[in-house]
């Protein structure tokens, strides 16, 4: 939809394409597909379970701790750039995960790369901009962004087994890595715009429908920002 008085097209809903697919590769790449990989990372490195449990436990904290930091960065309009960085350490941490030779180096790849660049690029930078390119569909723009998790832990487990069973577990971090980076780097790029100003576009531009003011009656097409 066109701002108001504007013949250009309403970006919103690209930049809400971006607010959906990052966390779909974020929750892909860090917690959903994990299970996946237990038994052949404790087959290929003799590991116990307790080891990998525990590389899981610390990256849930360094992602919980990353979230004042990521917020303090987001309020200072740094979401492009996060996303960026973000994308980038989580594709290029599953690449070096498929070439670690000890468990040690997946441990900290996973969460020191990994983990941390999906806090970067995840579902609180991309709740930011669903927030701030939507006013009055905002519960929408939020809900949409939300399914984007939902959808990655319903897609990546089936999407790392079909080929860590035809080339193996380094295969199939391989694969991710590189799905994650030719995903993720353009489309934030392009639309992870931290705020409608940036595109020449004003959150409040779009007119309010008579109908919905007090006491109106007209009707009028709906804003959709």
Request: hydrophobic share 55%; charged share 10%; with cysteine.
């Amino acid at each position: 939809m066109a701002e108001h008085g504007d013949t250009r097209p309403f970006l919103g809903w690209h930049v809400l394409g971006a607010a959906f697919t990052a966390p779909v590769v974020s929750t892909a790449v860090t917690f959903a597909p994990f299970g996946v990989f237990v038994v052949p990372l404790m087959e290929a490195f003799d590991a116990p379970l307790k080891q990998l449990s525990l590389t899981l436990s610390v990256a849930f904290a360094l992602m919980m701790l990353m979230g004042p930091l990521v917020g303090y960065w987001l309020d200072r309009g740094l979401t492009r750039t996060l996303m960026l960085i973000g994308v980038s350490l989580s594709g290029l941490g599953l690449i070096g995960m498929s070439y670690a030779t000890s468990l040690l180096q997946v441990g900290a790849l996973y969460c020191g790369a990994v983990a941390i660049g999906g806090a970067l690029f995840g579902i609180v930078p991309s709740m930011t901009l669903a927030t701030n390119w939507f006013d009055r569909r905002r519960g929408l723009a939020l809900g949409v962004t939300v399914a984007g998790a939902t959808a990655a832990a319903f897609v990546a487990p089936p999407a790392a087994t079909w080929p860590s069973e035809r080339v193996g577990w380094r295969g199939a971090l391989l694969y991710f890595g590189i799905a994650a980076l030719a995903l993720g780097l353009p489309f934030l790029f392009l639309y992870a715009l931290p705020r409608p100003e940036m595109a020449g576009h004003s959150l409040h531009a779009a007119p309010v429908p008579p109908a919905a003011e007090e006491g109106g009656s007209a009707a009028a097409p709906a804003s959709w920002t």
